[in-house]
């Protein structure tokens, strides 16, 4: 049984930094695409970073140089470094996976999923 586990949310004060992982549990071969989204109270699921199996990333833009994506194959982790963080980045971060390349950040593309990460950031 495979699954996305994410881990390192929580709470923070503005002007602050958190790193979400996300194990991918089980997988018994490199995910070609694996991602992050969030999704604010009131507002639709959307992408925010991901990075391919060559270690190759993209943004949306609002987060280009705020966030850092990354992955490290020995332990199948995933990660995102969240830098500066102000009260509208609180949300559910949610760990995505497809078994495809990347391309962009359509919810349909991933077919994997993690239950989500909750980061509340305080003002």
């Known amino acids: 049984q495979v699954a996305l586990v994410e881990s390192g949310g929580g709470s923070v004060q503005a002007g602050g930094s958190l790193r979400l992982s996300c194990a991918a549990e089980?997988?018994?071969?490199?995910?070609?695409?694996m991602a992050w989204f969030r999704q604010s109270p009131g507002e639709e699921r959307e992408g925010v970073a991901s990075?391919?199996?060559?270690?190759?990333?993209a943004y949306k833009d609002p987060w280009k140089g705020q966030f850092t994506v990354s992955r490290d194959h020995t332990n199948n982790t995933l990660y995102l470094h969240l830098l500066t963080l102000n009260p509208g980045d609180s949300a559910v971060y949610y760990c995505?996976?497809?078994?495809?390349?990347?391309?962009?950040?359509?919810?349909?593309?991933?077919?994997?999923w993690g239950q989500g990460t909750q980061v509340t950031v305080a003002s």
């Open positions: 995505a996976a497809a078994d495809r390349l990347c391309s962009g950040f359509s919810n349909d593309a991933f077919i994997y």
């Open positions: 089980g997988f018994t071969y490199a995910l070609p695409c």
């Open positions: 990075v391919d199996t060559w270690g190759t990333t």
